[in-house]
């Protein structure tokens, strides 16, 4: 009979450990880590987790493409040539800005800051889609007023860890580029 509950022990004990090795290889895990590194300040472990470069230049890719009006048909003639030289320089501001909320723990408004720090917060998964090594993650960020928002994320595997490479809805965060 001992025998019998220590086997069923070792049985549980061992199930517990697979289940904690696979939690701490998901999608779900690597943005609790990308969470906690925000709450202690550490920039490199922000980027660890996400794409800095990548996720920054789809935001201002999409402040690009916003107009004042609201219209998402750009600035014109004149700012679709401007644009692709404009980039390199607000990408490196906007990082530069993410940076400085991060390690000083301000993180908080601003436009392109503002969609980073969505992805930056979000913490409750809601579902999680596989396809090889890219996930499809769908969060729920706190919004001051009203139900949550759903961010759609595009996380790829590196390694035993997940990083995020893209906001799928960018244009509908909550505040994005406000008028």
Known sequence: MAALLVAALLLIVAAGGLAWVNYTRSPAYSLVMLAGAVQNKDWD????YVDVEAVVGQAVDAAIAKTPGG???????????????????????????????????????????????????????????????????????PRKSGAPFELRLTMKRVDDSWRVVAVENILDLPGLLSN
Not at 88 to 100: E, G, I, N, S
């Open 45 to 48: 472990g922000v980027q660890k």
């Open 71 to 141: 219209e998402t048909g750009g600035l014109g003639a004149l700012g679709v040539e401007l644009a692709p030289s404009m980039k390199p320089a607000l990408v490196q501001q906007a990082k530069d800005a993410l940076r400085a909320a991060v390690e000083q723990g301000a993180v908080g408004s601003g436009e392109i800051q503002g969609v980073l720090v969505s992805v930056l917060v979000a913490r409750q998964v809601k579902s999680v889609t596989y396809s090889g090594d890219e996930a499809l993650v769908t969060v729920e960020v």
